[in-house]
């Protein structure tokens, strides 16, 4: 599995990384631009990601954006809303209102409160069949 971390915390990202480093091959990104950028790289190479685990408050570019402009690069390629990439997202808000909202606006397949178990990241990969089985 090739997987995409973004988050502006580098702790966050490395301790995410930590968490999967014997389940996938990990680049990082640190905002949403450089995630967009990544993620296009990997399209136009045709090796692409499978899994994005984006954080949603970042600088330069949110999450929220990030996974707008991803979807709409994903349709420019004729990438079908049911074949498109996997996105987890990350944040620390966590109201009911929140969650819908990263939901639609990032079209996630899932979204984890902050800070994340890794016990937790398992159990959701598993869900969404990227793994066979918690680890």
């Known amino acids: 599995m090739r997987c995409l971390i973004v988050d502006d915390d580098?702790?966050?990202r490395e301790i995410t990384g930590l968490y999967l480093e014997d389940l996938a091959s990990i680049d990082m990104a640190s905002n949403g631009?450089?995630?967009v950028d990544k993620y296009t790289e990997a399209v136009t190479a045709g090796n692409?990601?499978?899994l994005?685990?984006?954080d949603i408050i970042m600088p330069e570019m949110d999450g929220h954006e990030a996974a707008k402009a991803i979807r709409?690069?994903?349709q420019e390629?004729?990438?079908t809303p049911d074949k498109g990439i996997n996105i987890i997202v990350l944040s620390s808000l966590n109201?009911?209102?929140d969650i819908i909202e990263t939901y639609v606006s990032a079209q996630s397949a899932a979204h984890l409160v902050k800070p994340v178990s890794r016990e937790k990241l398992l159990k959701t990969l598993k869900k969404l069949e990227l793994i066979k089985e918690e680890v």
Do not use: C, N, V, W
């Open 48 to 50: 692409p990601y499978d």
């Open 77 to 79: 390629q004729g990438i």
């Open 10 to 12: 580098q702790l966050g």
């Open 52 to 54: 994005i685990i984006l």
């Open 33 to 35: 631009r450089e995630a």
């Open 95 to 97: 109201t009911s209102k």
């Open 72 to 74: 709409h690069l994903e």
